[in-house]
């Protein structure tokens, strides 16, 4: 999904409870992200909407430091938004500094097919995951804006045994009465270099205002920074 903007955090009455942070720091233990020696990379790219292709280079540093040659203002959208996405979700960072600094507990029993809900009272979004057998399963936040859910379908296992996200499906919904507004469907592939798991492949399929349309970005000759 492309990149939001968070809301800031807001004062809770939620009370922490510490299983609930054990569980969900494990979670975050077992995610896939770039050590904090991680400089940047450089490939080669294609972007291809609908069937309409580019080709260039790209280089990334960090969520906000993506250079890339690619013209077309739709392809270069496209482009920035999900390598922007992907460089902060694989980013460094530590869990008080992200899920931790919330007020975390357990909303169900974990009975529910997609595990058990760990609720974030402070996130400002309303946020609460599901997770099961050690993974996130399914991301839920909400706005007076916008409102999603995130369900993750299948996960793969990097070199050290972390998981990285390969097929999720986002659906967003309409805040006045929560309908469904649209639906993205995406498949993520890594190609390992050195000790990272560098973007290779990126496709989505959106279900929006009775159309389908589908665009994916394709990187190659990765070299590290």
Known sequence: MATYTKEEDVATTQEDDPKAREALREVFGNTARWSSDFNGFTADVTVNINGSEESGTITVKNPKEIEHSIKSERHKEFLNENMASIAMHRGSRSFEDSDGKYKL??????????????????????????IK???????????PRMSFTINVEESIKNLEGKFLTHKYTVYY???ENGSIKDVESYTDDFKRVGSFDLPQYRRIINAENGTVEAGFMQLSNHKLL
């Open 105 to 130: 507990a357990f909303a169900d029993d974990g009975s529910h097919p997609q595990g058990r809900a760990v609720t974030m009272g402070g996130d400002g979004m309303n946020s609460f995951y599901r």
């Open 173 to 175: 919904f309409n805040p």
């Open 133 to 143: 057998e050690g993974r996130i399963h399914q991301i839920n936040r909400k706005t």
